[in-house]
C-alpha cells in the first residue's frame, strides 16, 4: 500500500515540478520585460551642461510667456535637450507638484510630427517605464490633435486606448478641456488650448507648430483683452 503510494506521488511530482517551473520562468520573464528600459532613457547620465540647458529653457519660457501677454505676434523655439535638462533639474526642484505621484524621470525626443515621452511609473523593484510614440498636430487654432502611434510599459505593449485616456486625465487636471474622438479612422485626443486667461486680459491663438528632429516650433498672434476670445474654434 505504501508503495504504491510512493509511486503515485512519484508520478505527480515532475509534472507538477514542470508546471510550477513553467509558472516561475513566465513571471521571470514578465518581470525582465516590465523592467525593461526604453533607448530614450537607457544609459542616460547627466551631462556637464545640464544645469545650463535647463537655463536656457527656463530663459526662453519666461521671454514667451512675456511676448504672450503683449498684443503682437509671437514665437519661439525649444530643443528636446534643453526640456529635458528643465524637467531632471529645475522641475524636482521648483515644480515638484506639476507631476502626478509615482510619476518620476519624464523625458522626451522631438521627431517630425511625432513626439516620443517616457515616464518611470512607480518606484522601487515595483516600477517600470511607460514609453509612448506620439503623433502631435495642430488642428486648427488653439487645437492640437493627439495621436498615440504605440505605446509600452517596460517591453509590453499596451492599448493606445488607455494611454490616451491617461493623457485626457492629465490635461484635465490643468484645467484644459481635451476630448477623445474618432478621426481619420483613428483614435484622437483633441486639446483645446483656453483663448485667455480672462474676458479683461490679453487674448492669444496658437497659428503654428511644427515638429523636427530635435526641436519644436510655435508662432502665434495676442491681443489686447475685451474682445471675443480668438479660440479654440469647436467642432460641430
Request: proline share 8%.
Amino acid at each position: 500500500m505504501a508503495a504504491r503510494g510512493r509511486g503515485a506521488l512519484e508520478r505527480w511530482r515532475r509534472p507538477v515540478a514542470g508546471v510550477a517551473c513553467a509558472i516561475l520562468g513566465g513571471l521571470v520573464m514578465i518581470a525582465v520585460l516590465l523592467k525593461h528600459e526604453p533607448a530614450l532613457v537607457a544609459g542616460a547620465a547627466r551631462s556637464a551642461g545640464v544645469e545650463r540647458s535647463a537655463a536656457r529653457m527656463v530663459t526662453k519660457g519666461a521671454a514667451l510667456h512675456a511676448a504672450v501677454s503683449r498684443p503682437g505676434p509671437w514665437g519661439a523655439a525649444f530643443a528636446d535637450h534643453e526640456l529635458n535638462a528643465w524637467l531632471e533639474v529645475d522641475q524636482p526642484l521648483n515644480h515638484p507638484n506639476l507631476l502626478p505621484e509615482g510619476i518620476s524621470r519624464p523625458r522626451v525626443r522631438f521627431r517630425p510630427q511625432r513626439v516620443e515621452a517616457v515616464v518611470r511609473l512607480g518606484t522601487g523593484p515595483l516600477s517600470a517605464f511607460v514609453w509612448c510614440d506620439l503623433e502631435v498636430v495642430l488642428r486648427g487654432v488653439n487645437q492640437l490633435q493627439i495621436t498615440v502611434h504605440s505605446a509600452t510599459v517596460g517591453a509590453v505593449p499596451v492599448p493606445t486606448a488607455l494611454i490616451l485616456a491617461e493623457i485626457a486625465r492629465g490635461v484635465a487636471t490643468l484645467g484644459v478641456d481635451a476630448q477623445v474622438r474618432r478621426l481619420d479612422g483613428r483614435m484622437a485626443l483633441v486639446v483645446y488650448i483656453p483663448g485667455s486667461a480672462g474676458r479683461d486680459g490679453p487674448q492669444w491663438r496658437l497659428d503654428s507648430l511644427r515638429i523636427d528632429d530635435g526641436e519644436m516650433i510655435v508662432a502665434g498672434e495676442s491681443r489686447a483683452g475685451g474682445s471675443e476670445p480668438p479660440g479654440p474654434a469647436r467642432d460641430p
